[in-house]
Structure formats: structure tokens, C-alpha cells
């Protein structure tokens, strides 16, 4: 599997634009890039996901690199309830066992009011 | 949307007992669902893959014997830890796709602690 690179943690204020790095420099041709957060004490949550182009959905914007090779996940104005920690996770569809979510360190994000 | 319930959310059991963890797909119907286990402070570690009306497929270095899985419908599967030992007590959690398998769905998660 593809793997992919992220910060163990970034820190941002209420209010703010958060962005969220992931370096996938091994990504293949047919590997979408999925994004899910987990709150403390829960179990994972999808947040987004794309391959080409950059996405929009009500809870965040994912910005693909043009070559692939990295994404950002940004959150427009962080709340205390984005703390949590967001996995950038690739899966390609064609694959058997694409379901199966393997998952890498995360980046924790801290929220200060 | 599509739901997956774990049950229970917490459970502590005595060294030596067994305890048996529920995953529902709530409103579809699921073939396949993932056991996925957490210790504090680290990332999620794939158990194994159960699937519907056969046996589950584990990962490298999860024992099949003591984390028994069954998965009897199309809507509920079970994970069983058998003779546990304080070390297995960890964040338990299950996941399921809805059709196509393009999204998945976890559950709440269950904390086992072992005494």
C-alpha cells in the first residue's frame, strides 16, 4: 500500500483556517485520497475524499497537488469540536480489499479557544 | 445515513473470562466488516476482516484463538476475546461499508479493561 506522511500534531486558534498536510509521494494512478477524523474516544469519521481535483463538502475542502504526490485538507474555521486526530488515508477501489483502512500516525489537532 | 453500533461501549471482565463485542450495520446490510483494536495514544491496528457466512481473515500477528469473530448475518458481527489478560485491554472498534464499498462507516467503539 501507497503510504502516506503527516505532521504528529499542529496547533490553531477558534475561528482560524486550518491546514492539514499529507505527503503521498508514492501515490498510484488510481489511488483516491480519503481523509477521516477521530474524536477522543470515538471511532473514526469520514470527512472527505477525492483523486484529481479539489473537493468541497460542508464539514471541509481537500486541495490536491497537482502531481498528486501531496493534498491539504483544510478546515475553513476551526471549532473546538475539529479537535481530534485526522487521518489522510489513500485507497485504490480496484483493489480487493480496498475496504480494509489501514491506518498511519495521524496529525492530532489542537484547538485553543 | 448508514450506522454501525458497537455494543457494549465499556465492559470490564475479570482476568481469565471471556467477553463477546457486538458490531450491527444498522440500516444495510454488510458482507464484509473490519475489527480494528487502539491502545492509548497510538493509531488504529487492523485485527482481522470478517466476513459473512465464512471465516474471518486475520492479520499478521493476531491470534484467530483468543479473538474469535463470527459473523452469522448480513447485518451483525462479533468479536469474542477469549481467556483475557490485563494486556488485552484496549479501544475495540468495528467498521462496515455500505454498497460499493466506497464508504466506510465505524462504530462507536468499545473499551475493554481487564482487571
Known amino acids: 500500500d501507497a503510504k502516506t506522511t503527516q505532521p504528529n500534531s499542529m496547533e490553531s486558534n477558534e475561528e482560524e483556517p486550518v491546514h492539514l498536510p499529507c505527503n503521498h509521494s508514492?501515490?498510484?494512478?488510481?489511488?483516491?485520497i480519503h481523509w477521516y477524523r477521530q474524536l477522543p474516544s470515538q471511532g473514526p469519521e469520514y470527512v472527505i475524499h477525492g483523486l484529481t481535483s479539489n473537493v468541497n463538502n460542508r464539514m471541509a475542502s481537500l486541495a490536491i497537488a497537482e502531481d498528486r504526490k501531496s493534498s491539504t485538507l483544510i478546515l475553513h474555521r476551526a471549532t473546538l469540536r475539529d479537535a481530534a486526530v485526522y487521518y489522510c488515508?489513500?485507497?485504490?477501489?480496484?483493489?480487493?480489499?480496498?475496504?480494509?483502512?489501514?491506518f498511519g500516525t495521524g496529525t492530532r489537532l489542537l484547538v485553543s479557544p | 445515513g448508514a450506522v454501525v453500533s458497537q455494543h457494549p461501549s465499556w465492559v470490564i471482565c475479570k482476568s481469565g473470562t471471556s467477553v463477546k463485542i457486538e458490531c450491527r450495520s444498522l440500516d444495510f446490510q454488510a458482507t464484509t466488516m473490519f475489527w480494528y483494536r487502539q491502545f492509548p495514544k497510538q493509531s488504529l491496528m487492523l485485527m482481522a476482516t470478517s466476513n459473512e457466512g465464512s471465516k474471518a481473515t486475520y492479520e499478521q500477528g493476531v491470534e484467530k484463538d483468543k479473538f474469535l469473530i463470527n459473523h452469522a448475518s448480513l447485518t451483525l458481527s462479533t468479536l469474542t476475546v477469549t481467556s483475557a489478560h490485563p494486556e488485552d485491554s484496549s479501544f475495540y472498534i468495528c467498521?462496515?461499508?455500505?454498497?460499493?464499498?466506497?464508504?466506510?462507516?465505524f462504530g462507536e467503539g468499545s473499551w475493554l479493561t481487564v482487571v
Open positions: 467498521s462496515a461499508s455500505g454498497a460499493g464499498g466506497n464508504t466506510i462507516y
Open positions: 488515508i489513500l485507497r485504490d477501489p480496484g483493489n480487493t480489499g480496498f475496504q480494509k483502512l489501514v
Open positions: 508514492t501515490i498510484s494512478g488510481t489511488d483516491y
